[in-house]
């Protein structure tokens, strides 16, 4: 059975950073591209930041500079170090596993984890 755990979520004051972290079970991790989404009250669910299995990453343009993320394949754990945060930032984030090939797509979501940004 494929998990994905997320944690680090809370409220922190615009200008504050908060760490996100996203622990996997039941896949084979270093296979996945590992990504953070969001979704804020009415929105519709973005990209926020990927990380492939090859080690290359890409962000919205909105967070770019501002967050990072990074991957453990030994931890089974794929992280977002958001600073700098925006009340624009508030959302629940969640932490997404997929891999896909011609005529295949395994897609994985965890549960999500509340950011709030408070100005």
């Known amino acids: 059975q494929v998990q994905l755990v997320e944690s680090g979520g809370g409220l922190v004051q615009a200008g504050g950073s908060l760490r996100l972290s996203c622990a996997a079970s039941?896949?084979?991790?270093?296979?996945?591209?590992m990504g953070w989404y969001r979704q804020a009250p009415g929105k519709q669910r973005e990209l926020v930041a990927a990380?492939?299995?090859?080690?290359?990453?890409n962000y919205a343009d909105s967070v770019k500079g501002r967050f990072t993320i990074s991957r453990d394949n030994a931890k089974n754990t794929v992280y977002l170090q958001m600073n700098s945060l925006k009340p624009e930032d508030t959302a629940v984030y969640y932490c997404?596993?997929?891999?896909?090939?011609?005529?295949?797509?395994?897609?994985?979501w965890g549960q999500g984890t509340q950011v709030t940004v408070s100005s």
């Open positions: 990380a492939r299995s090859g080690g290359s990453t």
């Open positions: 997404n596993a997929n891999r896909n090939w011609p005529g295949y797509e395994y897609d994985y």
């Open positions: 039941g896949i084979i991790f270093s296979r996945y591209t």
